[in-house]
């Protein structure tokens, strides 16, 4: 309970944390460079942290990305469009009440987020290029969407 001249957080079901400090850093960053749209988001995950009704904007992430481990527990993990590249992953602890920001930035990524490498099978135009005996074209890392 907030004390005297401390703030006081808006009503909710659901209290929201940052998982880590890079999360909590995306956050700030957000708050500096979209203050409305990020509480208008605060508002709609606290409201329903499984709306479907804009899945544009709301939506769990898919595959591998679906389902995130938060202190020991497995859990869903959605995404809330906060801007046209300003996103926020946050995962769903249903028995602490608690929405965990896995993830939060400006979509501007950071020089130490992680890069990973094209799969190692060649494109079908590196096949037909090889084929020809042109020389293949060269890799490109792909960069994970930031979002923190």
Known sequence: ???????????????????????????????????????????AITEDPRSTANPARQHRLKGQLATVRVKGADLEQWQYEVTGAGRIWYAIDDPAATLWITQAGTGQSPPDRQVLSPPAEPSPKRLTDAAIGAPPAPARDVIVPAVG
């Open 1 to 43: 309970m907030p004390g005297r001249g401390e703030p006081l957080p808006p009503p909710s079901a659901w209290e929201v944390r940052a998982a880590d400090r890079r999360s909590a850093d995306g956050w700030a960053q957000l708050a500096r460079q979209a203050a409305g749209n990020l509480r208008r988001a605060w508002f």
